[in-house]
């Protein structure tokens, strides 16, 4: 039973801030319901990083950077020159959090590979024959929350006394619970000990940050042909792979000195103290995550300016390995400190929904190229298998509660190009990924610009520039709400809740490659 709690609580850390994000509306609790299903957003390639041409103009039906294939496979077919490419990219989250009646803002920024690969187009009497490899950056996990504020509801205490806490054990080894009465039935928040009336609670201080880090990506294959005239035809395989950091400070802050009791000897020498000055957490969590990916596409030209396409993607099967670690540091006003830790691991896999693309391209008319797509998802069917017989049942729940909370969804995007001249290229594109969750309030709108350049023969410069922005209510800690009306015949039953931060967050990514012309 320890494991399980021990696992299902690093699950519900995830569910603090993330994809996205996890956001089924205000008056429900996530963190106590979706654990592992989080990885359905998590994990989800929905930021569509790729490339700065592929990042603002869908390649369902187009062919222009190098990530096109991630949308279309059969779009490579399209491409007439051989060239390899190479890029980087650059994200920054600023957050706005409104927490405890006050409001924090916090930032944070990540620099590492976008793409590199190549594309070679056979030389063909008839049709085309393109093959490709390398690597696409597709996701990214930045976040940052801060918060302060004076909480005069809950306390994060009231999380370690929840029955199953995984903290339950570090958190009573350092008097941030105790046992709730005298025939030690069940455990209560320190800060809840030593008053007339049981639940009676004073506030406390509150602040802390949680940042989040990491990327996802994919190492690919892909091949197209033209298999009949103008029909292109193409194939992708793909190994996923990708790291995420989680990691959380949280502090409880006894500035007004309210807690002065004298009922646990801090000092092993019979001199009771506890005064509590300050209680501290601190979380970590280190996934990777690896997969295989299979896409199939088709494109018809209907004619020189117009393409249709089409392109399905399998479900998709990932190992997820974690780490989790957690530290509770208890000071009292005379500079006692309790201290203790705890470490877990844990393998398991999220088996991922597939996908459905349609979309268009106009290709220069006037110089103007305009490519739209749009792509179905049912995020319903994502399956968690912890691939553990005696966790069968929590199996089960899990996925139940996916089917029934999560949804299908339609992700929209377009983009428009301008061509200059033969050395100039203008982009610009906007997407909209509504929320995966019922009654979700996270839907993102993207907006994409950015240009390519030549800078000699051979050699182009691609730049562009991606805006996110969202809105979302997170949980920073889930608690147990008792009912204090049984006593004192029966130990008090538990309501689990949460205490959520509303966010504001803008994303940027900035992103610039380099073509080299292989022709």
């Known amino acids: 039973m320890r494991k399980m709690t021990r696992i299902l609580y690093l699950m519900s850390l995830l569910l603090l801030v993330i994809g996205l994000k996890k956001t089924i509306g205000q008056d429900t609790n996530p963190v106590n319901s979706l654990l592992y299903s989080n990885q359905a957003n998590l994990f989800s390639d929905q930021n569509i990083a790729m490339d700065p041409i592929s990042i603002i103009m869908p390649g369902t039906a187009y062919a222009g950077g190098f990530g096109s294939f991630l949308d279309n496979p059969a779009s490579a077919a399209l491409f007439n020159t051989s060239f390899g490419e190479f890029g980087l990219a650059y994200t920054a989250v600023d957050e706005t959090a409104q927490f405890a ?15 590199a690969g190549f594309v070679y187009s056979f030389p063909t009497q008839r049709g085309s024959l393109v093959v490709g490899a390398g690597y696409n950056q597709h996701t990214v996990f930045n976040r940052a929350l801060g918060f302060r504020g004076r909480n005069e509801q809950t306390t994060i205490t009231d999380q370690f006394k929840a029955p199953g806490s995984t903290y339950a054990d570090i958190a009573f080894n350092t008097f941030a619970i105790d046992y709730g009465d005298e025939f030690e039935d069940w ?19 509150q602040q802390g940050e949680i940042f989040e880090s990491g990327y996802g990506g994919e190492y690919s294959f892909f091949a197209a042909t033209e298999f009949q005239q103008d029909l292109m035809v193409g194939v992708s395989l793909g190994i996923l792979n990708g790291r995420y ?46 997969g295989f990916k299979l896409r199939a596409g088709a494109i018809y030209r209907l004619s020189d300016a117009l393409h249709l396409g089409a392109s399905y993607t399998l479900g998709t099967r990932m190992e997820i390995e974690e780490r989790f670690d957690a530290n509770i540091q208890t000071t009292f006003d005379n500079g006692v400190v309790f201290e203790d830790e705890l470490n877990s691991e844990f393998t398991y896999y999220v088996e991922m929904p597939s996908r459905t693309s349609v979309g268009f391209s106009l290709n220069d008319v006037n110089s103007v190229t305009v490519s739209a797509s749009a792509e179905y998802v049912n995020y319903g069917g994502t399956r968690i298998d912890f691939n553990d017989g005696s966790l069968f049942e929590d199996e089960i729940a899990e996925n139940e509660f996916i089917e029934t909370n999560f949804r299908s969804v339609w992700n929209l995007r377009g983009g428009l190009q301008y061509e200059v001249n033969d050395g100039l290229f203008l982009r610009g594109g906007y997407s909209y990924f509504p929320s995966k969750f019922e009654n979700g309030t996270d839907d993102r709108s993207i907006f994409s610009f950015g240009t390519g350049l030549s800078l000699a023969p051979g050699v182009q410069l691609d730049l562009a520039a991606q805006y996110t922005v969202w809105d979302e209510v997170s949980s920073v800690y889930d608690y147990a709400d008792y ?9 008090p039953t538990a309501t689990f809740r949460s205490e959520n931060a509303s966010r504001e967050v803008d994303r940027w990514k900035m992103m610039a490659t380099i073509r080299f012309s292989m022709n």
């Open 245 to 290: 950091k989680y990691d959380r400070l949280f502090q409880e802050v006894d500035n007004f000195n309210d807690y002065n009791s004298d009922f646990i000897d801090s000092n092993d020498d019979g001199t009771g103290d506890t005064d509590v000055d300050n209680i501290l957490l601190q979380d970590r969590i280190r996934s990777n995550y690896t």
């Open 483 to 491: 009912d204090y009306s049984l006593l004192p015949d029966d130990a």
């Open 187 to 205: 455990d209560e928040s320190i800060f809840r000990i030593g008053f007339n009336d049981f639940g009676d609670y004073l506030g406390i201080q």
């Open 101 to 115: 009646n006050s409001t924090r803002s916090l930032s944070d920024n990540q620099f590492n590979l976008s793409n």
